[in-house]
């Protein structure tokens, strides 16, 4: 499995990104796709999940801001951040896994491909 992320940048607070996670080679239909994000000093936090069937979780700090979704024919999944904060800047990973249990979404170690990352920096 190969994920590839894109659509990082830089932005001033209040505005938008959408993020793109690419996989190649895994279609399995019990999979999880999650966002992570890691700032300088932080510790790596998840963000966003989706199941394959489509239902999300949000971690507190982006719900109602971000929002992510797939696209099967794609194999693609993104994260469309709104109102975007300084707190918000980060190194954005996705990762995919299968059977992930619902409580460790976003435990890192759960999953078993993740991609090499994107900057996003919000001014």
């Known amino acids: 499995v190969q994920l590839v992320e894109s659509g990082g940048g830089s932005v001033q607070a209040g505005g938008s990104l959408r993020l793109s996670c690419a996989a190649s080679g895994y279609t399995d239909s019990r999979r999880y796709m999650t966002w992570f994000r890691q700032a300088p000093g932080k510790e790596r936090e998840g963000v966003a999940s989706i199941e394959n069937v489509g239902r999300t979780k949000y971690a507190d700090s982006v719900k109602g801001r971000f929002t992510i979704s797939k696209d099967n024919t794609k194999n693609t999944v993104y994260l469309q951040m709104n109102s975007l904060k300084p707190e918000d800047t980060a190194m954005y990973y996705c990762?995919?896994?299968?059977?992930?249990?619902?409580?460790?979404?976003?435990?890192?170690?759960?999953?078993?491909?993740r991609g090499q990352g994107t900057q996003v920096t919000v001014s």
């Open positions: 990762a995919a896994g299968d059977d992930v249990p619902w409580e460790v979404l976003f435990n890192w170690y759960q999953y078993h491909s």
